[in-house]
């Protein structure tokens, strides 16, 4: 079994920043893709940024694009997500998700692996 643990939420201003980490530990299969999904309050759970294991494939949602940045530690599994320009409508859990598919994929059904979430909240 995989674990994913994220870290790095809390509360920020709107026009700040924020990182958030996702270490992998278990029993982690070989060249994952990993990437970030996030649930505002009433909403679907939304895909947010992905990468695969060699970074040659990185997707970013089109909320998202040019203000968050996606990379990854393959030595700790570990991945990262820099958030800049946060907005009030950024306020969401963040998820961590990882994948056996070697491409990024943004449909919640094809990752096979979820931490247990980390709260953003973006103040106005």
């Known amino acids: 079994q995989v674990q994913l643990v994220e870290s790095g939420g809390g509360l920020v201003q709107a026009g700040g920043s924020l990182s958030l980490s996702c270490a992998a530990s278990g029993r982690t299969f070989s060249n994952p893709t990993m990437g970030w999904f996030r649930q505002a309050p009433g909403k679907e759970r939304e895909f947010v940024a992905g990468?695969?294991?060699?970074?040659?494939?990185?997707l970013y949602a089109d909320s998202v694009k040019g203000r968050f940045t996606i990379s990854r530690d393959n030595a700790k599994v570990t991945v990262y997500l820099q958030m800049n320009a946060l907005k009030p409508e950024d306020t969401a859990v963040y998820y961590c998700a990882s994948s056996y598919t070697p491409v990024v994929l943004t449909s919640r059904a094809t990752w096979n692996y979820w931490g247990q979430g980390t709260q953003v909240t973006v103040s106005s």
């Open positions: 990468l695969t294991w060699r970074g040659s494939s990185i």
